[in-house]
């Protein structure tokens, strides 16, 4: 075994001699990781069913080694860590066609979900406001009365629209998997069977890319295809690895982290979903300043432009400590009542089904939201009432034992993130969140 590592070693050496401008990233988890062996014979692809594989004569541009790298780099910060079995599992798939919940995504429980919650509101956001025959003021039945035909083309409307936004509104990128591997990887770069296998399709029209995630939308949506990495991939690909550079600044230097033993998303990345633009904080503009009025010697980004569907944050434990960071309205008054929710780490979506509930402030009055968290256990679409104007919330707050979270529910503090002082009325519902 002593030989074996000693010769992989001087392999590893002879590498770096050739390559002097090329650094090896050894990081402190990475060095607890066995070194892979000096043998350069790629290994069997993964898993993915043949039928989710593209054919030889579809085109596209295939994976080179540096954009291999790149991904890695850009979304792990080094080319040795690769997706867990969460995320190679992950795929967007919805309930049951033409029932209760037939317009929702089945999520997953690993750092997947926040991505599958993202798209899930960009598909209510479609089937609410965006296909045809949807008007102002459409009922939850809308959402009930989906058949799989109509899934699939929320879905890949969906898809469409961050990866065009990704791409500044002038193109976009699809990746999908090819049979046969495109590459053949550095001895610094740790294999997964899966993105040396990427081929790249490139579009200049929104309708061409959204025509051709529908064409394939098996590729995203059925088990063993890696759909929501496909998606990350293709994201990432739209935006470039130069310009999400640009986008982050000296607080963020890529897009997942790992927390819990699982990567996660971090705001960089779910901004990059919801605007197009890496930016990894939440307020509104540039910061050129710190709390203590000094210059800041890098500005920090926030979000420059208004989003499509929003975004709430809310935590129990950064409130408590005081560092609940405040959504700016970029977020928080999308151009759609559909917002993505952050809540204690977990992700959710609230919506409405009247669109002018953001144009007409006295619709804020008294309203409507109705709320998704992905999860198995949730069977019907929770429906609250929100009450802006007759009296303020906590004279009417719970009587319990204690439980702050019975007295006060996340999602109700989530809620009045963006309404502030509304008292909210669960209809019958025992507040599960």
């Known amino acids: 075994m002593t030989d074996r590592r000693l010769d992989y070693i001087e392999l590893l050496q002879q590498e770096v001699n050739k390559n002097p401008d090329r650094l090896v990233d050894v990081t402190k988890e990475e060095e607890q990781e066995e070194a892979p062996p000096p043998c350069r014979t790629l290994p069997q692809p993964c898993s993915i069913p043949r039928t989710l594989v593209i054919p030889p004569g579809l085109g596209g541009t295939p994976v080179t080694p540096q954009l291999t790298e790149s991904l890695r780099r850009i979304l792990f910060g080094g080319t040795f860590h690769v997706f867990n079995y969460e995320w190679r599992k992950s795929f967007f798939q919805f309930r049951e066609p033409n029932s209760e919940l037939s317009y929702a995504l089945e999520t997953d429980r690993g750092g997947a979900r926040a991505i599958q919650m993202v798209v899930q509101a960009r598909i209510i956001k479609y089937l609410l406001f965006v296909r045809p025959g949807s008007s102002d003021?459409?009922?939850?039945?809308?959402?009930?009365?989906?058949?799989?035909k109509d899934q699939e083309r929320a879905l890949a409307a969906a898809l469409a629209d961050s990866l065009w936004l990704a791409g500044q509104e002038v193109s976009a990128t699809v990746t999908l998997v090819a049979e046969d591997?495109?590459?053949?990887?550095h001895l610094d770069y740790k294999l997964d069977n899966f993105t040396e296998r990427l081929q790249l399709f490139t579009f200049q029209e929104k309708e061409d890319?959204?025509?051709?995630?529908?064409?394939?939308?098996q590729r995203f949506k059925e088990?063993?295809?890696?759909g929501v990495i496909l998606f990350l991939y293709s994201l990432i690909c739209s935006r470039t690895v130069d310009r999400l550079k640009e986008d982050m600044d000296s607080s963020t230097s890529h897009l997942l982290h790992l927390s819990l033993g699982n990567f996660v998303c971090r705001q960089a990345l779910l901004n990059l979903m919801l605007t197009g633009r890496a930016s990894p904080h939440v307020f509104n503009g540039t910061l050129y300043f710190g709390e203590d009025g000094r210059p800041l010697e890098r500005p920090l980004q926030g979000v420059l432009s208004r989003s499509d569907v929003g975004y709430l944050h809310w935590s129990r434990e950064q409130m408590e400590r005081?560092?609940?960071?405040?959504?700016?309205?970029?977020?928080?008054?999308?151009?759609?009542?559909?917002?993505?929710?952050?809540?204690?780490?977990?992700?959710?979506?609230?919506?409405?089904?009247?669109?002018?509930?953001?144009?007409?402030?006295k619709m804020e009055h008294l309203f409507q939201l109705h709320y998704y968290n992905g999860q198995n256990s949730q069977r019907t679409t929770a429906r609250l009432t929100v009450d802006t104007h007759s009296h303020h919330w906590e004279a009417s707050a719970r009587d319990s034992d204690g439980d702050p979270e019975r007295r006060f529910p996340s999602l109700e503090m989530t809620i009045r993130t963006k309404w502030a002082g509304a008292a909210i009325d669960w209809n019958g519902t025992l507040p599960f969140y």
């Open 137 to 148: 003021g459409r009922t939850l039945h809308s959402l009930c009365d989906v058949g799989q």
């Open 181 to 185: 591997y495109c590459i053949t990887p």
């Open 209 to 217: 890319v959204r025509s051709f995630i529908l064409e394939h939308i």
């Open 223 to 226: 088990e063993g295809s890696h």
């Open 322 to 361: 005081g560092r609940l960071p405040q959504v700016g309205s970029m977020l928080k008054t999308p151009r759609f009542p559909v917002w993505l929710c952050c809540i204690n780490s977990s992700f959710s979506v609230v919506f409405s089904l009247t669109r002018s509930l953001l144009s007409d402030w």
